[in-house]
């Protein structure tokens, strides 16, 4: 029922941007805090970027502060997350999540790769 579906991901140089989007649906999208979480090849998934029901209150993993910047448009039922000034260390799938008391949901993950 519900589901989030991830796009944007790619290859890019090390410096460069690109932004991905989070669509949602089957849920009352704008009741529910949302974050973007990444894992690296060996690494475990870490935490990026979560943005509170209405957009007001946003946080950042201090690697990417500053860099990324998360966004929602509820009218449109997604989130977005504008990353610039990439570097290699950033490529990773990146998911994004939502939560319900217990219940987690996640999306199916979009390949960011950052190389030169």
């Known amino acids: 029922q519900v589901q989030l579906v991830e796009s944007g991901g790619g290859s890019v140089e090390p410096g460069g941007s690109l932004r991905l989007s989070c669509a949602a649906s089957?849920?009352?999208?704008?009741?529910?805090?949302v974050s973007w979480h990444r894992q690296a090849p060996g690494k475990e998934r870490e935490l990026v970027a979560s943005?509170?029901?209405?957009?007001?209150?946003?946080s950042y993993a201090a690697s990417v502060k500053g860099r990324f910047t998360i966004s929602r448009d509820n009218a449109k039922n997604t989130v977005y997350l504008q990353m610039n000034s990439l570097k290699p260390e950033d490529t990773a799938v990146y998911y994004c999540?939502?939560?319900?008391?217990?219940?987690?949901?996640w999306g199916q993950g979009t390949q960011v790769t950052v190389s030169s």
């Open positions: 999540k939502t939560f319900r008391g217990s219940i987690s949901y």
């Open positions: 089957g849920f009352t999208f704008s009741s529910y805090v």
């Open positions: 943005i509170s029901n209405l957009g007001s209150n946003r």
